[in-house]
C-alpha cells in the first residue's frame, strides 16, 4: 500500500472519529439539556448555595434574633430542596425539627439588641408567623408524599398523623386569628381527605376555604390561589362543575394579574402571558379554570346535565352564595 493510500485512509479514519465525536457530543448536549438533568444540575447548584449561605452564617456579625431567623430560612429552604430531591424522609425530618428548634425556643430578649430596629423586626417575623410557615410545609410534604412519609411512623397510620399535623394548625391559627394560613392547612386537609376517598368530608372543608376567604375587603396574593385551588378541587370531586363559580374565579386571577402589571391573552384556550413572567402560580390556575370551563359549556350543548345529584348540588349552591 502507497503512503498516499496510507495517508488517506488515515484521514478518512479522522474525519470518520471527528464525525462520532461531533455525534456523541451532541447528543451529550441534548442528554444534558434534558428537563430531567437540567433539575439535576440546578438542584446541585441550590443545594450548594444553600450550604455556603449557611456556612457564612458562623462568620458573620448577626444579631441573635437575626442568626435565628436566618438558620430557620435556610432550614425551610432546605427542607424544600430535599423534597425536589425526592428525598422525602430527610425533608420531613428537617422541617419537624425546624418546628422542635422553634417550640424549644428561649424567649428572646436581649436588652443590648433593643436599639437595633432589624433586630426588633427580625424577632416579629420568628414568633407566629415563622412558626405557622413550619407548620404548613410539614403538612404540605406530609400530604403531598404521604407513601413515602409512612417510613417514619411504622405501626401508625400515617393518613391519620398527616391529618393531626394539619389539624393542629387549623386550630393554632384559629386562636392566633390568621384566616390565610388557615385556608391554606385546611386545603391540605381537603387534599388528604379527597386522597383517601373520602369525598364527604372534604367537600364541606373546600366550602370552609371558600367562604373563609371571599368577602374581604383585602387577600394577599398568595390567597388568590389557595382560593382557585379549593374551587378547582370541589369541582373535580363534585364531578359537576359551576360555570358561575369557575368564571368568577377566572375573574378575580386576572384581576390579580393585573395587580402584577401582567397581561394574558387566551390561544386554542391555552392562556398565554404578553410578558416574560411565566412563573407566576395564577397562570397555571387560569389554564385549568379553563378547561374545566370549556369541559362544562360541552357537556351543556350536548344537553347533558352538569350538576350530580341533588346532594352535590346543595354543595355547589353553597359554594356559590361564599362567592356572591
Not at 382557585?228 to 386571577?253: C, F, H, N, P, Y
Not at 402560580?281 to 350543548?301: A, G, V
Request: hydrophobic share 40%.
Amino acid at each position: 500500500m502507497t503512503d498516499c493510500a496510507v495517508n488517506s485512509e488515515h484521514l478518512g479514519e479522522e474525519e470518520l472519529d471527528e464525525k462520532d465525536s461531533c455525534e456523541k457530543s451532541e447528543e451529550l448536549k441534548q442528554e444534558t439539556m434534558s428537563p430531567e438533568n437540567m433539575k439535576f444540575i440546578l438542584l446541585e447548584v441550590a443545594s450548594s448555595l444553600l450550604f455556603s449561605a449557611m456556612d457564612q452564617l458562623k462568620t458573620h456579625s448577626c444579631t441573635k434574633a437575626e442568626n435565628l431567623e436566618l438558620t430557620l430560612e435556610s432550614r425551610l429552604l432546605g427542607a424544600n430542596l430535599h423534597l425536589q430531591e425526592r428525598n422525602v424522609v430527610l425533608s420531613v425530618k428537617v422541617a419537624f425539627s425546624t418546628l422542635k428548634l422553634l417550640q424549644t425556643l428561649p424567649v428572646l430578649e436581649d436588652e443590648l439588641e433593643a436599639d437595633f430596629p432589624i433586630a426588633v423586626e427580625a424577632r416579629e417575623r420568628i414568633s407566629v408567623y415563622m412558626w405557622l410557615r413550619c407548620r404548613l410545609t410539614l403538612a404540605q410534604i406530609l400530604v403531598g408524599n404521604i407513601h413515602e412519609a409512612a417510613a417514619l411512623f411504622p405501626g401508625k397510620n400515617i393518613n391519620e398523623e398527616a391529618a393531626m399535623v394539619v389539624q393542629d394548625g387549623v386550630e393554632e391559627c384559629v386562636r392566633w386569628g390568621d384566616s390565610d394560613f388557615q385556608a391554606l392547612l385546611m386545603l391540605e386537609g381537603a387534599e388528604l381527605e379527597a386522597k383517601r376517598g373520602r369525598t364527604d368530608d372534604s367537600l364541606p372543608m373546600l366550602q370552609r376555604v371558600v367562604s373563609l376567604l371571599t368577602g374581604r375587603t383585602h387577600m394577599p396574593p398568595v390567597s388568590f390561589v389557595t382560593l382557585s385551588r379549593a374551587v378547582l378541587l370541589s369541582s373535580d370531586l363534585r364531578g359537576a362543575e359551576s360555570i358561575t363559580l369557575l368564571q368568577l374565579t377566572q375573574k378575580l386571577l386576572k384581576q390579580q394579574l393585573r395587580v402584577f402589571n401582567q397581561t394574558v391573552t387566551s390561544v386554542d384556550g391555552r392562556i398565554s402571558p404578553e410578558s416574560i413572567n411565566i412563573y407566576l402560580p395564577y397562570l397555571d390556575m387560569l389554564n385549568k379554570i379553563n378547561l374545566q370551563i370549556d369541559s362544562t359549556l360541552k357537556l351543556e350543548n350536548k344537553g347533558r346535565p352538569v350538576s350530580g345529584g341533588s346532594s352535590q348540588s346543595t354543595s355547589r349552591a353553597r359554594l356559590d352564595e361564599s362567592f356572591l
